[in-house]
């Protein structure tokens, strides 16, 4: 599929005399520049592969708040064989091309176990997504957008949540505000001016991921303090910290948590079991023991929580690439990270402790017990908090409950087709 614009737009530039590519109107002092041909086209080689993950390199090469991404990570996420999301979804990458360049890209794509959530829960039957869109300018999202949708309407699609890279789990939503400091560990980041384009092509608003921030360095509110106090001298309650040695078991067991846990979420769609696999190995390196807590119950795991140091405080020196040196700098880091940020990506309590006084116990003493460790041992001082949905009152008041406030908010945008 090929879309062309621009082939009759022109810009209007201050008079003088024509630059190359400019031509002035006869009787009239007004100079105008003739633009090239945009074209969107469907990614299909190595080539055009590698042109979609090194774009925003150029893009965002002067925004001190980017963190480059590995290039093989960026590779690893659209690439079939390497993801197992694709064994259960399908995505069509696209570029943006004028006078050239690329100026553009975008991802259309579909996954089908969200086809088979319930509708009220932001995804459902006939809703597709598109997502990884980078832009120079407003016509070259407008196409590529369009391009999009188009794809979208030929797989049966008559609607779309996004933008979502690649799933819900990867990095949903558009940045919104908090523009001012760089994304943690997982976190996505985009130019400022891309939501007037996105709702230029008539989306509206579907849902707000807030990540919140907190100081860490000193203890939290004395009512949290007594809450985990009690907690210690419960003798049914135990807070452990993983097993690395067991850790694909360990894994499963903090996915299966989280599958219950998340099921009733907006937006929430199961992970497979080869994406559990996945993912366990994807996080291996920048797993520490001491900083993911598993909470029991009577013997039972009921609850968990992930903490992440934030490895963006290393990434964001090396422009996306490990060779030649950089993998050596990073292998040196990870043998005990000192970092000024703690990332708390996921957390969880079963389903049935949900709504009872014991789910938010059990999470002050994670927090607690894993704050004390990142001070200690990785001299963090800060901490981030999420995503979390706008609407789950249970996690947003946790978070307010110790001090944090909200820095970021990433929004799901939708429109019928």
Known sequence: TLISA???????????????????????????????TLSVRPVATKADRKAFVDLPYRL??????????????VHGLIMPGRNPWFEH???????????????????????HLALGQPADKGMGPGTGNWGLLEAEDEATAEALIAQAETWLRGKGMHRVLAPLS????????????GFDHPPTVMMGHNAAAYQGWVEGQGYSFAKALKTWDLDISGPFPELVNRIVAAGEKNARIRIRQVEKSRFNEEAKL????????????????????SEIDYVGKKLKPIVYEDLIMVAEYDGEPVAF????PDINEKLVQFGGKLLPFNWAKLLWWLRRPQVRTMRVPLMGVVKRL??????????????????????TRYGASRGEIGWILDDNQGMNAIADAINSHVNKDYWLYEKAL
């Not at 090469?61 to 990570?73: C, F, G, I, T």
């Not at 690649?166 to 505000?177: A, C, F, K, N, T």
């Not at 929580?305 to 992440?308: A, F, K, N, T």
């Open 6 to 36: 621009a082939t009759s737009r022109h810009i209007h530039v201050r008079q003088g005399f024509p630059r190359q590519g400019e031509c002035t109107m006869p009787g009239s002092k007004e100079t105008i520049l003739t633009q090239a």
């Open 60 to 73: 965002y090469a002067s925004d001190p708040n980017w963190v480059p991404p590995l290039k093989d990570e």
């Open 89 to 111: 979804g399908e995505a069509q990458l696209y570029l943006a091309e004028q006078g050239g360049r690329v100026v553009g890209r975008i991802s259309a794509h579909i996954d």
């Open 166 to 177: 690649i799933s819900v789990w990867d990095e949903p939503g558009l940045l919104v505000s």
């Open 254 to 273: 903090i996915l299966g948590i989280l599958n219950d846990a998340w099921s009733d979420n907006w937006g929430f769609v199961p992970l497979s079991d």
């Open 305 to 308: 929580m992930i903490v992440l």
């Open 354 to 375: 949900q709504s009872s006084r014991m789910a938010s116990q059990l999470a002050f003493m994670m927090i607690e017990f894993i704050r004390r460790t990142a001070v």
